[in-house]
């Protein structure tokens, strides 16, 4: 089984639409959840922390649920700049354990079209 | 805002031969990571790097790989005896030293071995 799964897409969307991606992970004991953007042959940029209550940052709201291992990422009145992929990220061990390696899902493509 | 910075943006090298990536990152973080992306594939960890000497590695992190801070700035990834799988892009990032916080990621290196 996948560590971090995401379903690849490409999701294409008009712009102004609403998009939600999901990810799941098998470590039941990560304790730190991201979503990062990727642009095409950049790096990866954290777009959000994902909280268990969880958060929400301008168009993006982001929920964690830690007995499903799930995390999703709602993107809001989506913008021809959205578009990119978008990485789920956690860490490989709990915060006792001082582990901070990042593992990182494939990658779901948003392509938002005019 | 301040940023991690790697050159060389670029390498290509022949199979056998040594390469040394390097990277300058954020000037109060503590943590420094090396990561590697093979062309469509997902973001992996490689090593983490604290108080001068390695903290956690991946499987992927063998022999064939070491780390060095060699001066208060530099944090380098060298890979001996180079082989036509390590092609990939390498991503060097930092973070300030809280378990659970953002790292930040570098431009990257993309690396091809012929």
């Known amino acids: 089984r996948k560590e971090v799964e995401q379903d690849p897409g490409p999701f294409n969307v008009p712009e102004g639409a609403t998009v939600a991606f999901n990810c799941t992970y098998s470590?039941?004991?990560?304790?730190?959840f991201f979503w990062y953007r990727q642009d095409c042959r950049k790096e990866p940029k954290l777009l959000m922390s994902?909280?268990?209550s969880g958060n929400e940052d301008g168009r993006f709201t982001a929920q964690l649920n830690r007995a499903s291992q799930y995390i999703s990422l709602l993107i809001r009145d989506s913008k021809l700049s959205d578009s990119a992929t978008y990485l789920c990220?956690?860490?490989?061990?709990?915060?006792?354990?001082?582990?901070?390696?990042?593992?990182f899902g494939s990658g779901t493509r948003l392509q938002v079209q005019p | 805002e301040p940023e991690v910075t790697q050159t060389p943006s670029h390498q290509v090298t022949q199979m056998g031969q040594e390469v040394i990536l390097r990277c300058v990152p954020i000037?109060?973080?503590?943590?420094f990571y090396w990561y590697r992306q093979i062309l469509g594939q997902k973001v992996e960890f490689l090593v983490s790097?604290?108080?001068?000497?390695?903290?956690?590695k991946s499987e992927i992190f063998d022999d064939q790989f070491s780390v060095e801070r060699p001066d208060g700035s530099n944090f380098t990834l060298k890979i001996r005896s180079t082989k036509l799988e390590d092609s990939a892009m390498y991503f060097c990032?930092?973070?300030?030293?809280?378990?659970?916080?953002?790292?930040?990621f570098g431009p990257g290196t993309r690396l091809l071995v012929l």
């Open positions: 990220v956690v860490t490989s061990g709990g915060m006792d354990t001082g582990r901070r390696a990042l593992t």
């Open positions: 994902v909280y268990s």
């Open positions: 470590n039941s004991a990560s304790q730190s």
């Open positions: 790097f604290y108080n001068n000497e390695i903290s956690e």
């Open positions: 000037s109060n973080h503590l943590y």
């Open positions: 990032a930092s973070s300030q030293g809280v378990s659970g916080e953002t790292q930040y």
